[in-house]
Antibody, heavy 122, light 108 residues
Framework: QVQLVQSGAEMKKPGASVKVSCKAS????????MFWVRQAPGQGLEWMGWLNPINGDTDYAQKFQGRVTVSRDTSITTAYMELTGLRSDDTAVYYC???????????????WGQGTMVTVSS | EIVLTQSPGTLSLSPGERATLSCRAS???????LAWYQQKPGQAPRLLIYAASNRATGIPDRFSGSGSGTDFTLTISRLEPEDFAVYYC?????????FGQGTKLEIK
């Protein structure tokens, strides 16, 4: 079945970087856009950006420009989200999510990973 | 960016009742590129509705979406115990793809 499995929880110090992975299975990885969303404790959902796995094209929310990099390794059907210059307010659950339709950028988030908790604390 | 405002913030209802959740956009959402998600504590969100009115795979028909332009509605016709959760709307018309702040549906 279609599945996104994310890497485990991370604890980082302020100023450090974190790289979260999202392993895709059960479908053609390069066919579907991948998106990243985060959720701070007790808060709502926040859009971060997207990746086109077929060519590596990306787009990021302005809030994260310069600090976030989304990438992929097609040989192992895995997407990555790296966030640098971590601050305490980056403490959140980070989700990858997949579009529902092949090659569809304008699409809802049909399949979600289980989330990765990133804690930033000194 | 398009700001989505959900109302009410909290909705207290009983099982069997009808729930109506609202999502208003600060500008028109083209082609009804609007989705609704359900999130339960400790779980990832789950897609319920896409393109304003299309149920996602496996979603019961008691969930329905409607609306266009700037006003959208999620309706749950008869609440089941498992429907009590937080609901988010999201527009995917333009970047950044914003979410509403959420409506918490709680048991009365």
């Amino acid at each position: 079945q279609v599945q996104l499995v994310q890497s485990g929880a991370e604890m980082k110090k302020p100023g450090a970087s974190v790289k979260v992975s999202c392993k895709a299975s059960g479908y053609t990885f390069i066919g579907y856009f991948m998106f990243w969303v985060r959720q701070a404790p007790g808060q709502g959902l926040e859009w971060m950006g997207w990746l086109n796995p077929i060519n590596g094209d990306t787009d990021y929310a302005q809030k994260f420009q310069g600090r976030v990099t989304v990438s992929r390794d097609t040989s192992i059907t895995t997407a990555y989200m790296e966030l640098t210059g971590l601050r305490s307010d980056d403490t959140a659950v980070y989700y990858c999510a997949r579009a529902g339709n092949i090659s569809a950028l304008l699409d809802a988030l049909h399949i979600w990973g289980q989330g990765t908790m990133v804690t930033v604390s000194s | 960016e398009i700001v989505l405002t959900q109302s009410p913030g909290t909705l207290s209802l009983s099982p069997g009742e009808r729930a109506t959740l609202s999502c208003r956009a600060s500008e028109s959402v083209r082609s009804s590129y609007l989705a609704w998600y359900q999130q339960k504590p400790g779980q990832a969100p789950r897609l319920l509705i896409y393109a304003a009115s299309n149920r996602a795979t496996g979603i019961p028909d008691r969930f329905s979406g409607s609306g266009s332009g700037t006003d959208f509605t999620l309706t749950i016709s008869r609440l089941e115990p498992e429907d009590f959760a937080v609901y988010y709307c999201q527009q995917y018309d333009s970047s950044p793809r914003t979410f509403g702040q959420g409506t918490k549906l709680e048991i009365k």
